[in-house]
């Protein structure tokens, strides 16, 4: 059977998204190997958030087209955003490449490719000459419910959590930000369609899912509210009352949209986890309007607290940019406060990159790479000062931890998530995998907590 290797970089949608692509290749009778050396078929599902992901995917790719061991038979792709951004292109910089697939045609990769492979194959046992021959492919079209397409997961013995995506595409054309252009307009699954997923999922033994959306809190955002309950707390609500699921997870909701409603689902939804990766992006009112982000600080600020309010254990995520052009050291240090203020767990912070196309990308006052250093450096010793000494006020506490496996630094110790999504080692048997057990935290090494099942 060929086989198949695939590489992802960027963010859970991709994770998700080739996730699909790989139930596609074993339900068509090709096996996945995680050894490029073996693979008939090398796709790179790629990111084009920052330049460094799409270098990286370029510098991957030109690597593996070049080895002088490759099977001449090997068809190469790329999927993804930085496909459905550079399209034809790709193929003047790397000319043995075979495929270019957008994010709305995940759903054809595997046809695609099986024949271009079959038809090398079948060229090859007349002329091994011919074994390079076949037409290149490149789909970046817009595709009217490819949303939907993204439902299948791949059989994982002993995993207890699962993303599942909701909806794809953004609208709100943030000055920085690609995606709107790489996943094109909102477009939401129908909410059955989602709650047979995770029933189906449940069945499997998963205890936990991840609901993915771009800007996930505007799942249908064209439904009339119901009972003052947007479509999303609707959904929540329904999966909230599915028997043996857990815990729920979303990620990233935006602050447009996010209404009471949602602030309430805090209070009556249990399995609703204590967690919210939310993106601020900057402190900054002046900054977050050359962004386009559609909100002052000060409501952002607002939100964390009332959701605090509804859930006091509640955990903060968040992403920022520093760096961002015209900004000025008063508009880094409003960032920096406002940072202090809410007091994340973590944050993820990154240096401004000018992506192609984009309104920020022609701005004036475009800062040396010196300064988004020295600022990044700053803002991250802030934020791990705050998460470290969070971590440490957990210390002789008693936290549920879902065991999601063997610990990734030590196989002989197990690894799990309490519901404010940090990570705690214990010692423990593989019969505790995927079982959510009492833990009191014993140490914490800054970053990563370490504890010991609780007596019952």
Excluded: W
């Excluded at 970089?9 to 998700?16: D, P």
């Excluded at 439904?223 to 729920?248: C, M, T």
């Excluded at 000018?354 to 006052?365: E, S």
């Excluded at 196989?411 to 799990?416: N, P, V, W």
């Amino acid at each position: 059977m060929p086989k198949v290797f695939i590489k992802t970089y960027g963010c859970q949608m991709n994770e998700r998204d080739s996730e699909q692509v790989a139930t596609m290749f074993i339900d068509g009778g090709y096996t996945m190997t995680d050894r490029e050396h073996e693979a008939d078929v090398i796709l790179i599902n790629t990111c084009s958030v920052r330049e460094k992901a799409e270098l990286k995917a370029l510098g991957k790719m030109g690597l593996l087209t070049r080895r002088p061991e490759a099977k001449p038979h090997v068809v190469y792709g790329f999927m993804g955003c930085m496909a459905q951004s550079k399209g034809d292109e790709l193929f003047r910089a790397l000319p043995r490449l075979d495929l270019v697939i957008g994010t709305q045609k995940y759903h054809h990769i595997f046809r695609y490719v099986d024949d271009i492979l079959r038809k090398r194959l079948e060229r090859r046992m007349d002329d091994l000459s011919l074994s390079l021959a076949g037409s290149s492919v490149c789909d970046t079209d817009e595709e009217t419910g490819s949303q939907n397409a993204i439902r299948d997961h791949l059989a994982q013995t002993g995993h207890s959590s699962a993303f599942v995506s909701i909806m794809q595409g953004c609208e709100m054309r943030c000055s920085y930000c690609i995606v709107p252009s790489t996943r094109g307009a909102e477009r939401s699954r129908p909410m059955q369609d989602i709650i047979d997923e995770v029933e189906s999922l449940v069945r499997q033994g998963i205890k936990e899912v991840t609901l993915l959306g771009q800007i996930v809190n505007r799942y249908g955002k064209d439904e009339h509210a119901v009972d003052g309950k947007s479509a999303f707390v609707r959904l929540l609500e329904q999966l909230n009352g599915i028997d043996g699921l857990e815990r729920i997870r979303f990620t990233s909701p935006h602050p447009i949209g996010f209404r009471e409603d949602l602030v309430n689902a805090y209070r009556y939804l249990p399995k609703l986890c204590s967690h919210i990766h939310f993106p601020m992006q900057s402190g900054s009112d002046r900054i977050l309007k050359l962004m386009r982000r559609p909100y002052k600080n000060e409501k952002y600020i607002s939100l964390c607290e009332s959701m605090r309010e509804a859930r006091p254990d509640l955990a903060i995520t968040t992403d920022i940019i520093v760096g961002f052009p015209g900004e000025t050291e008063e508009d880094y240090l409003e960032t920096k406060r406002a940072v202090e203020r809410i007091g994340f767990d973590n944050a993820f912070i990154f240096q401004y990159s000018p992506r192609k196309d984009t309104p920020a990308a022609a701005m004036d006052g475009q800062l040396p790479q010196s300064v988004k250093e020295a600022r990044n450096q700053d803002l991250l010793a802030t934020v791990n000062a705050i998460a470290i000494e969070k971590n440490a006020a957990l210390v002789g506490t008693e936290q549920l931890i879902l065991v999601e496996g063997p610990s990734k630094t030590n196989a002989d110790r197990l690894s799990g998530r309490t519901p404010q999504n940090k990570p705690v080692i214990i010692e423990g048997g593989s019969e505790l995998i995927g079982k959510i057990v009492p833990v009191r935290i014993t140490e914490s090494t800054g970053f990563t907590l370490y504890g010991e099942i609780a007596p019952c």
